[in-house]
Every structure is written in C-alpha cells, then in structure tokens.
C-alpha cells in the first residue's frame, strides 16, 4: 500500500508504541484516504486547538493520525463518559477525565500537569460541542498562557481530506487581542458539518 504523508517528529516530541501502532495508524489513514500537511513543532510540550470539531468521525482520524506519528497526546473526555468498559480503553488512547462544568477546575489540572512532566502535549476542542457554538471556550488559552506553552492549531479539512497543522502561537495573556488571531489560522478550513461551524468561524468564513 502507498503509505499516507505523516509528520515527521522531532527529538523533543513526546512519543510512545512501536512499529505495530503505526502500522496500524498508517493503515487506517490509507483505509480512509486522509494524509497530513503542516509542520509539527519541535517542542516537548504544546497545547493542541483542534477546530472545527462537528462529527465523530474527527475522533477516527485522530486516533489514526496520533497512532501513524507514534505521538504521546493526551486529551480531556468528560468524566462521565468513563463508563465500562470503554474507559480502560480511552485511558490507553491517551483520555483524560476532567468535570467540563468547572472550567476553573479543568484550566488548574492541565497547568498542574504541565508542570508536573518534562514534556505534554494536550489537545483541545475550544467549540465544547460537534453543533454549532456561540463562542469558543478559553480554557485552552489560559492553560496554556500560565504553563507557559505554545498553542498549535490543528484542523480536519474534509475538502483536501487532510489532518492539517496550521502554525503555532505563544499567549501574550492579551485573550481578547489574541483570540482573534488565534482562529484567524482556521480560514479555508472545510469540516464534515459546515452548518455545525461555530460562530466565530462562521464569521470567518463570510468574509471570504
């Protein structure tokens, strides 16, 4: 089989499993017909923004993705979705449980972890939902400012069937300057739903 474009990593990115999970990933990638564009940041941690999020099936594509470049990524799963016997298995993907009605609560755990390990890549749905929100959640934002991490974007663009990685930015702490910018990096993006798009990137697309 004609092996899908996959990222390569630097030194510094966090990796786990062996030749078999990328096997796989890589079969899964080429099953589906998605492949990667973009550069992925030599860094040992990072914080993921993962936008537009309007179907399940951008869950397959990344597990796909992160088993193919053999990446360490962790991801927050409200906890009451840890229910046997999925929640061993989401673990084993990298899930993390966190209580989405304390975003106070979520920010202070991802700084903690970050703190508390060399190297952490988190990545984040700011939109909250697969239908269409009225605004991103800035959870991510001021994660990431306090821990002192980049954010990397990352988008599904179901027109070129691409995972793509849209650039890094480092939080001034400035979340209503930097916001903007933030999802200016996500024009041109199409997703699985367009009618599902959050309104700021519903927005964005109608000054295309």
């Known amino acids: 089989m004609n092996n899908p474009r996959v990222l390569t990593l630097g030194d510094k990115v966090p990796r786990r499993g062996q030749s078999l999970r990328r096997f796989i990933g890589l079969f899964l990638m080429w099953l589906m017909g998605w492949r990667m564009r973009g550069e992925f940041p030599n860094v040992p941690k990072g914080m993921f923004v993962i936008a537009p999020h309007t179907s399940n099936f951008d869950g397959l594509i990344s597990v ?55 190297a952490l890549m988190i990545a984040i749905a700011p939109e909250g939902t697969r239908n269409s929100s009225p605004e991103w959640k800035t959870g991510f934002y001021w994660a990431a400012y306090q821990a002192g991490v980049p954010i990397i974007m990352a988008s599904f663009d179901y027109a070129a069937k691409e995972l793509a990685l849209l650039g890094s ?24 739903h367009p009618d599902r798009l959050s309104a700021p990137l519903k927005a964005l697309n109608k000054t295309d």
């Open 169 to 192: 930015f480092t939080p001034t702490g400035d979340v209503e300057r930097d916001l903007p910018l933030i999802i200016e990096h996500f024009r041109g993006i199409t997703p699985r």
């Open 64 to 118: 796909a993705v992160i088993m193919a470049m053999r990446l360490e990524l962790s991801f927050f799963v409200k906890d009451s979705a840890f229910v046997w016997p999925f929640g061993g298995v989401m673990r084993w993907f990298g899930a993390v449980p966190v209580n989405r009605e304390n975003s106070k609560d979520m920010v202070g755990h991802m700084v903690s972890q970050y703190q508390q390990k060399p």
